[in-house]
Structure formats: structure tokens, C-alpha cells
């Protein structure tokens, strides 16, 4: 018997939960349900965060989170459950599978089976965001090397296990040499310890072009949380309907499943909203929990009463579908379907246990990391690169020199172009005046010069080499 933690959520959540515990109970999941309650209420109560302290210690106790969509109230203030449940229970992976049910469901793409493993707790979901000046505020892209470890490594691991061929890497690492760069790096690091699977990297524009419009030759898919985001949305629409999907949220303690979609709100209450999407999580959770078998009579029972036509209302198609049912309905036929397979769509077969364990993150020997300059964010009103630069140069010392000025990432002195836009955010690069390094006190005196002469610093970044390496990005265009 596993104890498991479940929330009803909001809008359409109590009944597709219901519909799917329902399901669970009838397959003998030998599970015990603890619910508590989470999302508008508990928000609308004053609590920001959509939960309180007592189901915390209830969801870190039973360690699997069964969990309903939630509606996030509109106005400021409120702190996403979601992104705040994968944080603090390090819920590094996130597991969304996308497979066709054609002829079944309507889809552009029959043959599609893609799975996409999404980084799910840095990257620019690190919510570090400032305003630096009138015109410009910043959100920090944050990339670890074992948030890249972990999900990779994930990604590999998954695929192995589960019987597939093919991890395909999505970076934009020809812009973000460092972030990105990272993630690929440590890609090509990880791929490179599973010869056994096929491995590929594609820039995400084009990646994610190709995922559109021919997701069938894609398998496993890892990339970065915002890009994961996205994607895995328009690879779930791509099978037919967001409203099927489910997932997972893996962390090394604690798992949390749920459907895809929001709480549907409009139609809450009606008896008509698709309770697949929070089965398919339920299956997962089941998977992973090792009740291996109820988990694949549920999913055959599933694709069964797909493949006979029973259709809740948001896939029901004349011609394709025969019968029209409500939610319950729905779960109905699904139960009586329990012990059967389909007979045209694939029968699910699952491994014994979907459960991946990971060799705990090793932090490696520090590289040597040398001070090599200093970029000052400078706000000035001004538009006129030459005359900052040269209220910059006062301030210069006889071994640190300014060294270049960029605005939004493109150089503008010396040497700028005057077609280039400035906006009052500038980045000015100062490094010694020879080859070498500059120390923490040279910046300290860099920043006092410039208080002293009128000049708003907004933020300064450390310029590193990491064993002799550059470790930061040129301006556009030097
Ligand atoms: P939504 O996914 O709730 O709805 C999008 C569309 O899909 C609507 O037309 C809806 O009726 C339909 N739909 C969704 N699920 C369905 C189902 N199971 N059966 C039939 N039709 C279904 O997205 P939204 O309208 O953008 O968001 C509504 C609320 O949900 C918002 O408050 C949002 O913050 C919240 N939300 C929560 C989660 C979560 O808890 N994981 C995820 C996304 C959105």
C-alpha cells in the first residue's frame, strides 16, 4: 500500500480527480489517499503561495503528489504553486510523453511518439528579475552544471529504461555561449557514456520547426525549462489536444503528477471536461511507484475506449467518434474496458518500474578562476557613446582601462555604429591596461571614482577565466 497525497484543485479538477481515483480504485491501485486542499481558495484566504505549512509537511511525508490544475487568481502577488511545488521539492525533471492515437484522435502527425524531459527548476524560471533603469529590466538565465547534469542524465537514463533510441538535445548555444553552451557541453559529456543510444543536437529554432512539422523523428527530447515550456505545449496540441497529456515531476525525494491543462473554468461543473489528462499522470504515478501491471490494465482500458470511439466532448469528432460521454461517462466505460486491450492502437507494455535512480551529483575540483576585468551597468541618460566614454575614461586607473561600452549586447564605442538604438542601459567593459588581472579592490575603487563622479552604477559582473579561459560573453560586433 502506498500513501499518496492528492488535491482536487480548482474549476474542472474535483471531477476529472474523481473520475480518475474512480478508475484507480476499480483497476485495484493499491494506494491510500490523503487530500489536501491547494490553489484558489486557500489564495483568495490571503495565503500567497496557494498552500499552507500543514500540507506541506503532508506532501514532503507521503512523498507521491497526485494533483488537480489549480486557477491562479488574476492580479499580483500570487506565487505560481506550480513552479513554487517544483522548486522546493527539487522536482528537476519534468516528463511530458506525447503520442499520437491515431486514427483515433484527429492529428496532423499519426506516427508521432515523442517524449519531451524538460529542465524544471533553473534556467530564466530562476525568477531573478530587476528593473535597472527607466528603461530596461533584466530576468538572470541561471544554468547550473548540476541542474545540466541531472536532467541529461535523466534524459539517458529514461531512454535506456524504457526501451527507446534516440536523446535529441535543444540549445540556442550560437547565442548563449555560456548558458546554453553549458547545457550542450555537458550534453555531448553525458551522450558520450550511453553509446548504446542515438544522439543528436539541434539549435531550438529550427529544432523546434522540425518537432512541428515532422515530430516523428524525434524520441526523447531534453532541453532547458523555458524552451521545455513551450515545446512540450505545442507537442502535446500536436497529438490532437492538450486536454489528453499528462505528466510527471521527478525529483530524488518527492514526485508530483498532473495533467497539462489548466482548470478549464468555463466548463467546470458540467460533467463534461476529459479526465485522460490527470489519468495519464495517474498512470505515470503508478508507473513509477512500481504498480507496474494496474498501470498498464488502466492505459490498455484507456486506449481501448479511445479506439472504441467513446469521446468526451473536446475530441469527439463526427465520422470518428461514436458516442458522446461526460466525465463520468467517460470513466465508466474505461472501467468496464479494465482487463482488455485495443486492438489497433499499440497495447502499452510497461518496464517493471519507471523509477529512475541517479548517481548523486559529484561536484568536481575547482577550476583556477582569475579576475580578469569587470563590466560596469552604467544608467545615463545620454545618447552620444563617445561622450559617456569619455566621462567613463575619468575615472580609469593607470592599470585598468575602459576598455569598450555595449548597449543591449552590441558595442557601441569605440567604433560604434550611429544606426545602432541605445537605449539608457550601458554596459562598459573595463580590463588592465596590459595583458594580466585587475583585483577586487581596483573594481572598489572603479566604483567609488564613478559615485564621486556623478556616474549611476546599477550593477557590476566579474569578468572570470576559468583555467585560462574566458568565461564571459564579447560585446556584438568587437
Ligand atoms: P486551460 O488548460 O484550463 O484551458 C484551455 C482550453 O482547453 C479551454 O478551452 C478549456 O475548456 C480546454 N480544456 C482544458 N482542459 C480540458 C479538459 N480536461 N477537458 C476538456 N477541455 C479542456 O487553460 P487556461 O484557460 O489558460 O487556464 C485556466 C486556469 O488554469 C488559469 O487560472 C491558469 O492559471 C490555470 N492553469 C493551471 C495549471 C495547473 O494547475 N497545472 C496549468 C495551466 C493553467
Not at 380 to 391: K, T, V
Not at 422 to 442: A, M, Q, V, Y
Request: glycine letters at 8%; proline letters at 4%; hydrophobic letters at 40%.
Amino acid at each position: 500500500m502506498t500513501k499518496i497525497t492528492i488535491a482536487k484543485g480548482d474549476g474542472i479538477g474535483p471531477e476529472i480527480m474523481d473520475a480518475t481515483l474512480d478508475i484507480l480504485m476499480a483497476a485495484g491501485a493499491d494506494i491510500e489517499t490523503e487530500e489536501i486542499e491547494v490553489g484558489e481558495k486557500v489564495y483568495l484566504s490571503g495565503n500567497t503561495s496557494g498552500i499552507a505549512k500543514a500540507s506541506w509537511d503532508i506532501i514532503r511525508r507521503n512523498k507521491i503528489f497526485l494533483k488537480a490544475p489549480i486557477t491562479t487568481p488574476q492580479g499580483g502577488g500570487y506565487k505560481s504553486l506550480n513552479v513554487s511545488t517544483r522548486k522546493f521539492l527539487g522536482l528537476f525533471a519534468n516528463i511530458r510523453p506525447c503520442k499520437s492515437l491515431h486514427p483515433f484522435v484527429a492529428t496532423k502527425h499519426p506516427n508521432m511518439d515523442v517524449v519531451i524531459v524538460r529542465e524544471n527548476e533553473e534556467d530564466l524560471y530562476a525568477g531573478i528579475e530587476h528593473q535597472q533603469t527607466d528603461e530596461v529590466v533584466q530576468c538572470l538565465k541561471l544554468i547550473s552544471r548540476p541542474g545540466c547534469e541531472k536532467i541529461i542524465r535523466y534524459a539517458f537514463e529514461y531512454a535506456r529504461q524504457q526501451g527507446r533510441k534516440k536523446v535529441t538535445c535543444f540549445t540556442k548555444d550560437n547565442i548563449m555561449k555560456q548558458t546554453d553552451g553549458l547545457f550542450h557541453k555537458v550534453f555531448n559529456e553525458i551522450a558520450a557514456e550511453y553509446p548504446d543510444i542515438e544522439n543528436e543536437h539541434w539549435i531550438i529554432d529550427i529544432g523546434a520547426a522540425m518537432l512541428a512539422d515532422t515530430p516523428e523523428v524525434f524520441d526523447v527530447v531534453v532541453t532547458a525549462n523555458l524552451y521545455g515550456d513551450v515545446l512540450s505545449d505545442v507537442a502535446a496540441q500536436l497529438t490532437g489536444s492538450v486536454g489528453l497529456g499528462g505528466s510527471a515531476n521527478i525529483g530524488e525525494e518527492c514526485s508530483m503528477f498532473e495533467a497539462i491543462h489548466g482548470s478549464a473554468p468555463k466548463i467546470a461543473g458540467q460533467n463534461i471536461a476529459n479526465p485522460s489528462g490527470l489519468l495519464q499522470a495517474a498512470v505515470m504515478m503508478l508507473h513509477h511507484i512500481g504498480q507496474t501491471e494496474v498501470a498498464e490494465t488502466i492505459q490498455n482500458a484507456w486506449l481501448k475506449t479511445i479506439e472504441d470511439g467513446v469521446h468526451t466532448a473536446d475530441v469527439f469528432k463526427e465520422g470518428v467518434s461514436k458516442v458522446k460521454v461526460g466525465t463520468r461517462g467517460f470513466a465508466q466505460a474505461v472501467i468496464s474496458n479494465l482487463g482488455q486491450k485495443p486492438a489497433a492502437l499499440k497495447a502499452a507494455s510497461f518496464e517493471k518500474n519507471a523509477r529512475v535512480n541517479l548517481p548523486k551529483y559529484q561536484r568536481r575540483s575547482p577550476a583556477r578562476k582569475e579576475l580578469v576585468g569587470v563590466d560596469m551597468f552604467v544608467h545615463w541618460n545620454g545618447f552620444d557613446p563617445d561622450e559617456l566614454a569619455s566621462i567613463l575614461q575619468k575615472i580609469e586607473k593607470p592599470n585598468v582601462k575602459l576598455n569598450m561600452i555595449t548597449n543591449r549586447g552590441i558595442k557601441v564605442f569605440p567604433e560604434g555604429f550611429k544606426e545602432t538604438f541605445c537605449t539608457d542601459h550601458w554596459r562598459c567593459r573595463f580590463k588592465p591596461s596590459e595583458e594580466g588581472l585587475i583585483s577586487k579592490n581596483d573594481i572598489i575603487e572603479l566604483l567609488s571614482k564613478a559615485d564621486s563622479n556623478g556616474i549611476d552604477v546599477i550593477k557590476t559582473e566579474n569578468l572570470y577565466a576559468f583555467d585560462g579561459t574566458p568565461a564571459f560573453s564579447l560585446g556584438q560586433g568587437q
